[in-house]
């Protein structure tokens, strides 16, 4: 399955400016495995068994957690569940001590999900299983921008040249940042628009990486469009006028997705404030990959834990 030799056996995922053009390329070639035991009748392959995982989430997460839990149940992974309202953590045990406890008990994987950027590190450095960002504060998610380049190559073919428009809360999103760092590093040239409080602007010193004022600029002649959440759990007050302005101003409708090739693919990390950055209409339309995008996350997790607890070989996945 490796290409080159390249692995990922032992390795954390802590993030996509770590891996190279190869790591991207192995994982998904990878994740088209995977899929095809998703749509199979019988999911359940041995190819982790005996291996164990936790997932740690310190934030809400619906699809994040529950696809890495069928992903490490769909391999045959023993998985246990932790959030911070039903552990310890409410009585004020300390991530550090909490990670200690989890090693403890004789995990090979921590998917762990943090409100602060760099605790995934902090993870890393501090216990010896594999440590899986499932998201850290505004820093990065690593396996959200494997499954939308997942996502785009199932539907383009190819990802080098594409012209990607990345729209919305550029400042706090780590989809934004992991998706830039992966497409880069796969070629794709990515255009980015929203308010300008919302826009970092040492973005703009980036090499292939285009900031707009203006969407419309941003989405002409795109072959995707990735629509961000407007994420107001981590906004201060005075960021945009009002939800209505930015709608207005600055959501994806039909008169600016007209703008895009006429095949453009339209991605969306969820979940979706509709009417809000995405309109109803674009997202339950014929460009529309969103809900794919769910299944197709169950998949690049499932290529992750295999191939970061497995190396990728002697692999049982046709049980």
């Known amino acids: 399955m490796s290409k080159n030799n390249v692995s990922l056996s032992g390795k954390s995922i802590l993030g996509l400016e770590y891996f190279n053009a190869d790591e991207i390329q192995l994982v998904l070639e990878t994740a088209k495995e995977m899929k095809n035991i998703i749509n199979r ?14 997932n740690l989430f310190y934030e809400p997460s619906t699809r994040t957690r529950s696809s890495f839990e069928l992903a490490g149940k769909y391999l045959g992974a023993d998985v246990i569940n932790i959030t911070a309202g039903t552990s310890s953590i409410v009585k004020g045990e300390s991530l550090r001590d909490t990670l200690l406890t ?51 190559a199932q539907h383009k073919k190819t990802l080098k040249g594409l012209k990607v428009a990345i729209l919305g809360d550029i400042l706090h999103s780590r989809v934004a940042r992991s998706d830039i760092w992966g497409m880069r590093k796969m070629g794709m040239e990515v255009h980015l628009a929203g308010p300008q409080t919302l826009l970092p602007r040492f973005l703009t010193a980036e090499e292939g990486v285009f900031v ?108």
Request: without cysteine; glycine residues 8%; negative net charge.
């Open 41 to 54: 009748d019988i999911k359940k392959v041995p190819t982790l068994r005996g291996k164990s995982i936790v």
């Open 102 to 152: 989890v090693e403890a008990m004789g995990v090979d994987a921590i998917v762990m999900r943090h409100k602060s950027e760099g605790a995934a590190e902090y993870a890393h450095q501090v216990v010896k299983p594999a440590i899986i960002n499932a998201g850290d504060g505004a820093h990065a998610h690593p396996s959200q921008g494997l499954l939308d380049l997942f996502t785009i």
């Open 212 to 319: 707009h004022e203006r969407i419309e600029d941003a989405v002409e002649a795109a072959d995707v469009i990735n629509v961000l959440r407007i994420q107001l759990e981590r906004q201060k007050s005075g960021l945009f006028p009002s939800p209505r302005e930015y709608a207005r101003i600055f959501g994806l409708n039909r008169e600016r997705l007209s703008r895009a090739k006429e095949d453009v693919l339209v991605l969306h990390p969820g979940p979706m404030n509709k009417g809000l950055e995405i309109s109803p209409d674009i997202a339950y339309s014929d460009h529309s990959a969103i809900q794919e995008q769910v299944q197709n996350g169950v998949a690049v997790r499932m290529a992750l834990l295999t191939l970061v607890l497995m190396g990728g070989k002697n692999l049982e996945i046709n049980a």
